[in-house]
């Protein structure tokens, strides 16, 4: 069975650079065997921010490629925080915070670009609990932040 690490390069994916935090929280804290990591916004493979509002400036296509950047975002944290990504026993809970205006409402659609990208990666271990949401604005502008708890070997 491929590990995480031959999984992500097959689909032609490197992990991103891990960014500092830009204020007073930390980028992951372990507690016990869950690991909880600070939200991960939607970031080009340059480190730009992915900006844009779903239902207005980007299509629900765009939308799933921004959440999969931040989900990619969220295992090269995962991979810091655990020395390997095999030591994620399993991705347990996402919560998708979509840019988007009053009137979309495809917002677990866009969430599948990051469910999708956890469990191509992880296989089993990557399917996980979900909440995806519309909100009015999110930092910098992104188009899709997520936020990722992980059970830790």
């Known amino acids: 069975m491929p590990t995480a690490e031959e999984r992500l390069a097959s689909l032609g994916l490197t992990l991103p ?3 500092s935090p830009v204020a007073n929280y930390m980028p992951y ?3 016990g065997n869950l690991l909880f990591l600070a939200g991960q916004i939607s970031r080009a493979p340059d480190g ?7 239902g207005d400036t980007l299509t629900i296509e765009q939308g799933c490629e921004a959440a999969r950047a931040a989900a990619l975002s969220a295992i090269a944290v995962m991979n810091e925080a655990l020395g390997s990504l095999e030591q994620v026993a399993r991705v347990v809970r996402v919560t998708a915070l979509v840019n988007t205006t009053p ?7 866009v ?5 999708d990208l956890f469990v191509a ?5 990557g399917r ?9 604005s999110l930092p910098l502008g992104v188009a899709v932040e997520i936020e990722v708890t992980v059970e830790a070997e």
């Open 29 to 31: 804290v372990r507690s």
């Open 48 to 54: 730009a921010p992915l900006v844009g509002k779903l």
């Open 121 to 125: 990666v992880f296989d089993e271990r």
């Open 128 to 136: 996980h609990v979900r909440t995806a949401v519309g909100v009015s």
């Open 111 to 115: 969430a599948n670009g990051a469910s």
């Open 17 to 19: 650079a891990v960014a």
């Open 103 to 109: 009137e979309f409402e495809s917002q677990p659609q």
